[in-house]
């Protein structure tokens, strides 16, 4: 059997003013996506540059939430499960780049006062502050 023709686009970007010290990154990027023009070629760019967030998702899904050591006998009792971490991976994903980006917002910004003093509790094995942590 012989398989479809694709037809494949390339877009090669090379990074300006490089640090001295630095080679320049360089990304060739194929994609079977249309580039006509140079707005669709920035459309596959945006895509590209979203793909770390998604393996950062997988890999807090496989390292944090070890999703991959959980045996279950039936597809009813995974699904749940995987729901359940899906939403953890996505508030540990956002609580990561609110630490970046704001590094000295208090943390009921983001969690209920019962979650931060429960990890509190946890992580440093002593009673959670009057004042609420950053």
């Known amino acids: 059997m012989r398989l ?3 037809r494949t686009n390339a877009i090669l970007l090379r990074e300006k ?12 990027l194929l994609t079977s996506l249309p580039i ?3 707005q669709e070629a920035l ?5 590209y540059c979203c793909r770390w967030q998604i393996e950062i998702y997988f890999r807090v899904l496989k390292s944090g939430c ?8 039936d597809e009813k009792r995974y699904r749940p499960c995987m729901a359940l971490y899906m939403i953890v ?3 540990v994903m956002f609580v990561m780049m609110m630490g970046r980006g704001y590094a ?7 969690f209920s006062e019962d979650e931060w003093k429960t990890v509190y509790m946890i992580l440093k094995k002593s009673p959670p502050p009057e004042q609420v942590p950053r």
Do not use: T
């Not at 459309?43 to 895509?47: F, G, L, M, S």
């Not at 070890?66 to 006998?73: A, T």
């Not at 000295?104 to 983001?110: I, L, R």
């Open 104 to 110: 000295d917002m208090k943390c009921d910004s983001v």
């Open 36 to 38: 006509g023009n140079f």
């Open 17 to 28: 003013d490089a640090p001295a010290d630095e080679p320049p990154i360089e990304w060739l």
């Open 66 to 73: 070890r999703v991959e050591d959980r045996q279950f006998e």
């Open 89 to 91: 991976a996505w508030r």
């Open 4 to 6: 479809k023709n694709v």
């Open 43 to 47: 459309h596959v760019i945006e895509y």
